[in-house]
């Protein structure tokens, strides 16, 4: 399908492109991913990328979603000339959720942080709303914005922009959790897709981690999805420990 901003049509391309030899993928496209569940099912396709947060809320009866490429890095971008915490006091941000505001909000209460939705001049489309925000930011309405990397990656040039992180490494930085389910890619499938035959290209561990954030958000209430973050992974005990002792709590 064409690229939303979720990272999935460039995710999926390079992953056609530095396939292995042996492994013949043909990408055909499809205006949405409505038309492509259609093929799909009158079996004339067999695998349809989708976002994690698309396959969430739109769970289709017989297709599985167990193949799951590499996770891409999770966590937003400010988009603005200064780090966090060198923005200028009572400059104007603007969030693309209700997660990065309150995030925002925690870690420069002097700063100025709204939703981009609470503008009234907000573009419907999320690709206009990127040129949209860059104009403002250009023309000094606002100091910076909020959005995730994959959208970011869209701009036709390289403004800077600077990573809104766990900071694992530097707990004295102000520490920004990715809202659900971001930054993985999925292949929606028929249930007798042979998916032993990817195995070795496909994440085991990303498709674990994606089945956890799926059950934790489903015993949460819809109406506090947009105010929670989360990040599930796998690690090796040895690579915790080895945290721990660095922050001199590895008692």
């Known amino acids: 399908c064409p690229e939303l901003g979720d990272g999935v049509n460039t995710h999926v391309q390079k992953f056609i492109d530095s396939s292995p030899d042996g492994l013949n993928l043909v990408a055909k496209p499809v205006p949405h991913v409505e038309s492509a569940i259609e093929l799909l099912l009158e079996g004339h396709g067999d695998m349809i990328p989708v976002s994690a947060k698309w396959w969430y809320e739109n769970r289709v009866k017989g297709l599985s979603s167990n193949l799951v490429l590499p996770r891409r890095e999770p966590t937003k971008v400010l988009v603005c000339e200064d780090k ?55 023309c000094g309405e606002i100091d910076g914005y909020i959005i995730s990397r994959s959208l970011y990656s869209l701009l036709p040039s390289r403004t800077r922009r600077h990573t809104l992180g766990l900071q694992r490494d530097n707990i004295e930085r102000f520490r920004f959790i990715p809202t659900p389910l971001e930054g993985y890619t999925v292949f929606i499938t028929r249930m007798d897709f042979p998916a032993h035959n990817l195995l070795e290209i496909i994440d085991a561990g990303a498709a674990i981690s994606l089945r956890i954030e799926m059950m934790i958000l489903d015993h949460i209430d819809n109406d506090k999805h947009e105010k929670i973050g989360m990040y599930v992974e796998q690690r090796k005990v040895g690579t915790v420990l080895r945290e721990a002792d660095k922050k001199g709590d590895g008692h």
Request: some cysteine; hydrophobic content about 40%.
């Open 84 to 138: 966090v915490e060198y923005l200028p006091k009572n400059g104007i941000v603007l969030a693309d959720c209700e997660l990065s505001k309150r995030q925002m909000l925690r870690a420069r209460p002097d700063v100025k942080t709204m939703l981009a939705s609470e503008l009234e001049d907000l573009p419907d489309k999320i690709i206009d709303r990127l040129s949209w925000m860059e104009d403002k930011r250009n």
